[in-house]
DNA sequence: CCACTTATGTAGCTGTCGCTACAGATGTAG
DNA sequence: CTACATCTGTAGCGACAGCTACATAAGTGG
């Protein structure tokens, strides 16, 4: 599992256990960033594989298997590219994952958006929570969600891997507990009621969601733990 | 990934794919099964380690690690024998597994049982969620659940691992059912509630804890969830 | 044209994975 | 005692994991 540095290197595997960092320092030119906006100029032999679409492809394959069941050889195999292609766009497989999570929580921000804008604190729940049941059980990519499949507990060598899925979880739940907060100044929700738990609440009930998607729990069964689930926001 | 059988052998790598059978056809004598009862006179030299010792040891690596992210290696060192013992004894890492699985699940059950017998549907709810809490924020073993961080998602060679763990899942998904079935017929949950959706829910949040436990969370956080998630059973 | 920079494909490296052959140890059955 | 059956430790098997050296291709800047 060690890195296995020949001579010496720059060493990238600095162990960054602060999660909320970006990817690692750039080795080569720059830890592509999928972000989709045009390359402005560069020098040297341009990429011949578009960086957006073989995150794509990674992502499924990290979702499909988790982080330590994917390998290199799938990896790159979905991907269309070469290990030396990988390696040099994202530095490491730590990195290809980052870099999916990163594109995975951009497209989840953008449904979010919508979701918060929901007149209330109970519709907000109600409306993310469906539209998870649906997105989880989507036929178009696996089961389940990424966030919570990708691997809650790892080898050695691979311990920031949880770190990272969690970071990614906690920014859908710091973005309801801001909704709430806001909710409980507009008095859409009671004085007395914790915007913090609310969420954190929300945030396990997704997680849970994942979890029965995972075990192959259909869009119907999911929707009626959403309908349950809402409740609690009745007081 | 193959199980590289030289010669031939009993093909114990049937991929049973049925979840809830036992441990693999008798290879040996027979799949030590860890219920602790005194073996009763065999002929051979005796077994010198505590099956059940040894499956606690293996259900803390598993636990922490994950299936994946365990080797035999940590397996071993945990469990104080040398791998033809292990082999000897469970056939097979998936066969370990399902020991530890068993063992855990067995535990799980006397907890179950004084939980079940609380006197209504939502006290149920509660004991459940609040001794789930607290359990997986126990220093004393991982945090979180087995059956969740064991692996939600797994390599090609090991894709029945994920089924395992969820056929586990679904015991306690049972019991609730039934106890919230019985619920339902002593007038203790309305008529038109839903034994097997709120069953569902549970299990969903249940799942939800396991995650959140995870990724770090405290028992007083947890227990918030709890008490938020109860509120469901309040219509 | 020539330097320089970066991406690509082939081939292969080292470490570790799950697992096992084998010989010796330790029990029961007769 | 001799057979037989099973467990144990040492040592190591083949397969594959993540990753990289190297030569070549394909761009930029002068």
Redesign the interface.
């Known amino acids: 599992m060690k890195p296995l540095v020949r001579k010496e290197q720059v060493p990238h595997t600095a162990q960054s256990r602060d999660i909320g960092r970006d990817a690692g320092q750039d080795l080569g030119r720059d830890i592509a960033r999928g972000t989709g906006q045009a390359r402005p100029i560069t020098m040297g032999r341009p990429r011949e594989f578009d960086v957006d679409k073989a995150l794509d492809e990674a992502m499924e394959v990290f979702?499909?298997?988790?982080y330590?069941?994917?390998?290199i050889a799938?990896l790159t195999g979905a991907m269309g590219i070469n290990p030396p292609s990988l390696y040099a766009a994202f530095g490491s497989k730590e990195g290809l994952l980052k870099a999916a999570l990163d594109r995975y929580s951009q497209k989840r921000n953008e449904c979010m958006a919508e979701i918060l804008d929901a007149p209330t604190a109970r519709e907000v729940a109600e409306r993310l929570l469906l539209k998870l049941a649906d997105l989880q059980t989507d036929p178009q990519n696996?089961p389940?969600c990424l966030l919570?499949?990708?691997?809650?507990?790892?080898?050695?060598g691979?311990e920031n891997i949880?770190f990272e899925?969690?970071a990614h979880?906690?920014q859908t739940e710091d973005q309801l507990r801001e909704r709430f907060i806001r909710a409980r100044e507009e008095g859409d929700l009671a004085d007395d009621s914790?915007p913090?738990?609310?969420a954190?609440?929300l945030?396990?009930?997704?997680?849970?969601?994942?979890?029965?998607a995972?075990?192959?729990?259909t869009r119907e069964?999911l929707r009626?733990?959403a309908?349950?689930?809402v409740?609690?926001f009745?007081?």
């Open positions: 979702w499909r298997h988790g330590e069941g994917a390998t799938e696996p389940g919570v499949a990708g691997g809650l507990a790892c080898g050695v691979s949880p899925l969690a979880r906690a914790d913090a738990a609310l954190r609440y945030s396990a009930v997704i997680a849970g969601i994942g979890v029965l995972s075990g192959g729990a069964q009626e733990v309908s349950v689930a409740k609690a009745d007081e």
